[in-house]
């Protein structure tokens, strides 16, 4: 028995089961975000005083850091095109190129952690980096399941595009909204944590 | 169920609509580049909280609407989609609200 409703829509909600699935994951994920949004917020407002992001933290390799996720969005919508287009090479390589900027993403992160470790900072140290930790750690985690998903469908899960090519366009459609939410997700963590 | 195919191609892109999503997505990737230059460049003036704070918010509230507009799709979702994420705002600003409205000290409460 075949998945209902991959490719063909539902005439009820005029949308593929998967689209909204991602959508209210999604949906979800806002809140999970949002929850420590406010308890940012609420600590910072709270607190007597609170360092300026640059002066605990690198601006410029976190700027960088954002020109590379921005583009790994775009990479990553560009390999969705390239199914549409029914390129299955162009789509590789746009996908490929996801996953490695998601990897760049990440040595930074690594880059800016372990150099906190080494001078002693730690979550425990203050309030401004336990807040700086779990958001970017969270956000890190999430960066790293996308980069999986993506990894399955630049990898073994690319055979379904032999067998249903509209059904794989879609997984990866859907895989793509996860991604971009993680990108938008540091729209908002970037200039919050580090130009505040 | 070929029907039900048919319906799918039909609500897939086309390729002349995929050669102007293309260009839409290049043009956005230059905008979310140019704000990423706004932004930093805004942050190094080192303005009066409120106004930093505000700032920084309308330019990354700017970014990440393009990002749901046009890398998501969300400009032509369809209305269940729509539905799903008013809803999703309505309880995203009560998450904030409610927890800052019950400071002594905060805006809302003297």
Redesign the interface.
Known sequence: MDIPYT???RRD????NG??GI??FL?SE??LF??L???Y??IR??APSWPRG?TMLN?PLA?FN??VL??S??T???AW?SL??RRFGTFRIYMGATILLGFVFLVVKYFEYSHKFENGLFPSTNNFLAIYFTLTGLHMLHVIGGMAVNAYFWGPGSKLWKTNP?WF?NRVEHS??FW??V??VW??L???LY?? | MTSDHAVASMTSDHADDIDRHVRVYISVFVALMVLTVVTVTVSRFHLPVPVAVTAALIIATIKGSLVACYFMHLISEKKLIYAVLALTAVFFVALLALPIATVNNGYWIH
């Open positions: 490719v063909e829509i909600t005029g949308l593929i689209k909204i959508w209210l949906a806002v809140m949002g929850a949004f406010a308890s917020i609420l407002t709270g640059a601006v700027t954002t020109i921005i583009s969005s775009v990553m919508v560009m095109a549409k287009r509209e366009t793509g909204l971009h939410f990108d938008l729209i908002f970037f200039p919050t130009l505040l």
